[in-house]
């Protein structure tokens, strides 16, 4: 009688364990998710839609972080709009049948992604420098790490909806 109760009770407990583990291929929740955070990411930064300059931006930004750095304020505005354009490209972003054409649309805009938090630390890391050097004020310096991380902030909301459209988590 004891061996039937426990054959019966690791059963259950079996059977338990792997009730659930399957993939919920529904994608109702995760288009939510998405529209919610792609929604968060277009509200906190209301600008015009331009298109994508690319390497043009990063050598602007650039040029104009070395005028800029002794200067009280900075203008923000090409990376608000290369973070604009990238969220919209995820909001409009398809997925489809095909695990490859999705990998490649994924890693495609994760790509833009990760080349715009890229130009924001090493803007970052100028700012610092700038202002370990003596070239720079403290509160410029803060102020200027304040809209860095905002702009990270909305970069990263953008980052979540597109791991969520594919159901990649990188």
């Given at each position: ?10 059963t259950?407990m079996?059977?338990l ?10 994608g ?32 602007k930004?650039a040029?104009t ?16 709009k290369?973070i ?10 398809k997925t ?11 890693f ?17 890391d ?15 310096y803060?102020?200027?790490?304040r ?12 980052e979540?909806?597109?791991e ?7």
């Amino acid at each position: 009688m004891k061996k039937v109760l426990l054959f019966l009770v690791f059963t259950l407990m079996a059977g338990l364990a792997l009730t659930g583990c399957s993939q919920n291929d529904g994608g109702n929740a995760e288009a939510t998710t998405t529209q919610d955070i792609a929604t968060e990411a277009a509200d906190s930064s209301a600008k015009d839609n331009t298109d994508d300059a690319g390497a043009a931006t990063t050598e602007k930004a650039a040029s104009t972080t070395a005028q800029n750095t002794n200067s009280g304020s900075y203008d923000f505005s090409s990376y608000e709009k290369r973070i604009d354009s990238v969220t919209k490209e995820v909001n409009n972003a398809k997925t489809s049948s095909s695990t490859k054409t999705n990998q490649d649309r994924f890693f495609a805009l994760k790509q833009k992604i990760n080349a715009i938090d890229n130009d924001l630390d090493s803007l970052d890391d100028t700012f610092e420098h700038a202002y370990e050097s003596g070239d720079m004020t403290f509160d410029t310096y803060k102020s200027r790490e304040r809209s860095i991380e905002k702009l990270e902030d909305q970069l990263d909301l953008a980052e979540d909806a597109l791991e969520n459209k594919f159901g990649i988590d990188d």
